[in-house]
Nanobody, 121 residues
Framework: QVQLVESGGGLVQPGGSLRLSCAAS????????MAWYRQAPGKQRELVAR???????NYADSAKGRFTISRDNAKNTATLQMNSLKPEDTAVYYC???????????????WGQGTQVTVSS
């Protein structure tokens, strides 16, 4: 199995920045795409940003120009740099990864436990 652990959430004022990190551990044979999702109270979980193993990225319209996703394949980590944060960015942010836990395993969707981001003055 693969475990994902997020860190870096917290309380920040509007206009501020936060950097979220996601570390994958456990039985890892290969990690494919990694992504950040978020879920605000009363809303559905939505994709924020995604990065392939080759480094190709895509962003939600709300994140373009403000957020940057990156990864370190050697360390099995992904980060989300969030700048110019707005109150509407407040949500629980989840790390997601497609991974194989063994050479003969199927690709499986894994999720972290989430980290709270609150943007408020």
């Amino acid at each position: 199995q693969v475990q994902l652990v997020e860190s870096g959430g917290g309380l920040v004022q509007p206009g501020g920045s936060l950097r979220l990190s996601c570390a994958a551990s456990g039985s890892i044979f290969r990690i494919g795409a990694m992504a950040w999702y978020r879920q605000a109270p009363g809303k559905q979980r939505e994709l924020v940003a995604r990065i392939t193993s080759g480094g190709s990225t895509n962003y939600a319209d709300s994140a373009k120009g403000r957020f940057t996703i990156s990864r370190d394949n050697a360390k099995n980590t992904a980060t989300l740099q969030m700048n110019s944060l707005k109150p509407e960015d407040t949500a629980v942010y989840y790390c997601n990864a497609d991974a194989m836990s063994g050479r003969w395993s199927l690709w499986t969707d894994y999720w972290g436990q989430g980290t709270q981001v609150t943007v408020s003055s």
